[in-house]
């Protein structure tokens, strides 16, 4: 079993930054792919921004050039660095892992940015 613990969210006003990590623990053995996906209310979840084991990335189209996705597998763990934050960024946010064909999720965090 994998178990993944996200922290980083908070409050932040219009244009600052946030740092969110998703760090994985449990039987690791090569983790295909890292996500973050977020979820605001009455919203459908979608995926912000993926990387995969061989450091290939993808944005969804609101969040390029604002998001930074990173892993580091010797640690792990998952990274997503947002600056220029939008009150539309609001959400809570999950980190998603695939590992051998099977996904794991983060119980989620809450960013929320003030305008």
């Known amino acids: 079993q994998v178990q993944l613990v996200e922290s980083g969210g908070g409050l932040v006003q219009a244009g600052g930054s946030l740092r969110l990590s998703c760090a994985a623990s449990?039987?690791?053995?090569?983790?295909?792919?890292m996500s973050w996906l977020r979820q605001a209310p009455g919203k459908q979840r979608e995926v912000v921004a993926s990387v995969t084991s061989g450091g290939f990335t993808n944005y969804l189209d609101s969040v390029k050039g604002r998001f930074t996705i990173s892993r580091d597998n010797a640690k792990a763990t998952a990274y997503l660095q947002m600056i220029s934050l939008k009150p539309e960024d609001t959400a809570v946010y999950y980190c998603n892992f695939v590992q051998l064909g099977r996904v794991y999720w983060g119980q989620g965090t809450q960013v929320t940015v003030s305008s």
């Open positions: 449990g039987n690791i053995f090569s983790i295909d792919v």
